[in-house]
């Protein structure tokens, strides 16, 4: 059964902290890895792809560790703005081939 | 813009009605999707589709129905076997389906409430 496992928090992290949470799955097929933010009654959308070598974009950067079979999301210098929840989607190994965790409440206190 | 669009934002379901949910993307994408969230719970799936006139069901597709006439539309149908169906329901789209690189984008959701 495919499964992808989140700390639901709520992470209470004061503005201007660094913040990481990880997102193991468990299906070893998967291909893709995504981290979406979703703000309360929005849509979820995308935050930034996870590539197996790592990659960055301004404060956010994003790890993929397939041998322990999990991905991370450090946040440095959060803002206020950074308070959401982060979905961690991942895909490839089925028919529907998508897979989202339920999320991790991030909020940042002033 | 390209985009996804969902409509209505908000939805009323009286007893032993079927509903329709829209959505219509311009975005080219050959593949799309559709969702439920509960409060607190993650996305579960409940009907996607590959390609014109062929759709799957998902993990949750019991009291749902849908169709895929066109490329650009991919209506949701919450029929009245649906006996919870207050949620907030998500379409998505991406460019193929088992294109593993390409993410899913979604369109603002639609609340659907019992009265």
């Known amino acids: 059964r495919k499964e992808v496992e989140q700390d639901p928090g709520p992470f209470n992290v004061p503005e201007g902290a660094t913040v990481a949470f990880n997102c193991t799955y468990s299906n070893s097929a998967s291909q893709s890895f995504f981290w979406y933010r979703q703000d309360c009654r929005k849509e979820p959308k995308l935050l930034m792809s996870?590539?197996?070598s790592g990659n960055e974009d301004g404060r956010f950067t994003a790890q993929l560790n397939r041998a322990s079979q999990y991905i991370s999301l450090l946040i440095r210098d959060s803002k206020l703005s950074d308070s959401a929840t982060y979905l961690c989607v991942v895909t490839g190994g089925g028919a529907d081939g998508l897979t989202f965790g339920k999320g991790t409440h991030l909020i940042i206190q002033p | 813009d390209g985009g996804i669009t969902q409509s209505p934002k908000y939805l009323f379901r009286k007893e032993g009605q079927n509903v329709t949910l829209s959505c219509e993307q311009n975005?080219?994408?050959?593949?799309m999707y559709w969702y439920r969230q509960d409060p607190g719970q993650g996305l579960r799936l409940i009907y996607y589709?590959?390609?014109?006139?062929?759709?799957q069901k998902g993990d949750i597709a019991e009291g749902y129905s849908v169709s895929r006439e066109k490329k650009e539309s991919f209506p949701l149908t919450v029929t009245s076997a649906q006996k919870n169906p207050t949620a907030f329901y998500l379409c998505a789209s991406s460019i193929e389906q088992g294109a593993y690189n390409q993410p899913q984008h979604f369109g603002d959701g639609t609340r659907l409430s019992i009265l």
């Open positions: 975005l080219n994408h050959d593949a």
């Open positions: 996870v590539y197996s």
């Open positions: 589709s590959q390609i014109v006139n062929d759709f």
